[in-house]
Nanobody, 124 residues
Framework: QLQASGGGLVQAGGSLRLSCAAS????????VGWFRQAPGKEREFVAV????????PYSDSVKGRFTISRDNAKNMVYLQMNSLKPEDTAVYYC???????????????????WGQGTLVTVSS
């Protein structure tokens, strides 16, 4: 199971840190991704981190502003979001997939495990 938390209301230019807590899977052997879904839009890829943390692709829309990290000892993945924009407003989901080495899937359909989502609202 995955549990996402840390969402909230923030002004444009502000920061938030999302957390994803994992249980019931071999976390150290899973890639973990963050996705988001804005009202009326499809769920989209934000960032993903490989098993060891050595590979961290980002979507172009968040590159340079968001940072994904993980702590395998705590079964946690984080998404530090800086310089937030109103267009970042969405429900953010974390997802996990058992993978090998540095594989970092970015497709919604690639993931078997999903958290419940946490709402991020950025006001202008």
């Amino acid at each position: 199971q995955l549990q996402a938390s840390g969402g909230g209301l923030v002004q444009a230019g502000g920061s938030l840190r999302l957390s994803c807590a994992a249980s019931g899977l071999t976390f150290s052997r899973a890639a973990v991704g963050w996705f988001r879904q804005a009202p009326g839009k499809e769920r989209e890829f934000v960032a993903v981190i490989s098993q060891s943390g050595s590979s961290t692709p980002y979507s172009d829309s968040v590159k340079g502003r968001f940072t994904i990290s993980r702590d395998n000892a705590k079964n946690m993945v984080y998404l530090q979001m800086n310089s937030l924009k109103p267009e970042d407003t969405a429900v953010y989901y974390c997802a996990a997939k058992s993978t090998i080495l540095t594989y970092t899937p970015i497709g919604v359909n690639d993931y078997a495990y999903w958290g419940q989502g946490t709402l991020v609202t950025v006001s202008s």
